[in-house]
């Protein structure tokens, strides 16, 4: 299970993008790879490959290693470290290790409304679904 997902905001902790804030575009689990949105920004010459492509320097969007980027927690818009934690009913959900809030699948932030997920996490709390 990756820990990092698509549309997800993250950080950049090293490289020539350091402190800079993204969302994450793809994700490449198997080659640990990341695309963010504006950001590891590289030149590429390119030659002219046909009539409607034209030859140029173009500004191209690089990859970057999932090591070098941390999640921003979307409940409090901290840094942190991202653990995987099973509910009872062996569905897994993504856990802040430094406060033990679960955070949102970005997917599931998109279906529903703000509050519709702090409903989600508070029945999590308060049904005691975590194992922590």
């Known amino acids: 299970m990756n820990k990092i997902k698509v549309n997800d905001n993250v950080l ?3 490289g020539k993008d350091k402190g800079k804030k993204g969302k994450v575009q793809q ?3 198997k080659k640990g790879k990341l695309l963010i949105e504006g950001l590891n920004i590289y030149k590429r ?4 490959q046909s ?6 320097i173009i500004d191209k969007e690089m990859f970057v290693d999932i090591s070098n980027v941390v999640l921003i927690d979307p409940n409090n818009n901290e840094p942190t470290k991202v653990g995987i934690s099973e509910l009872k009913d062996k569905s897994k959900v993504r856990v802040n290790k430094k406060t033990g809030e679960v955070i ?9 409304k703000y509050q519709d997920c702090l409903n989600y996490i508070e029945k999590a709390l308060l049904l005691n679904l975590l194992k922590i």
């Open 12 to 14: 950049i902790i090293t």
């Open 27 to 29: 994700v490449f689990p």
């Open 45 to 48: 010459h390119m030659k002219a």
């Open 51 to 56: 009539e409607t492509q034209q030859a140029g």
């Open 104 to 112: 949102v699948w970005p997917r599931l932030m998109k279906q529903l």
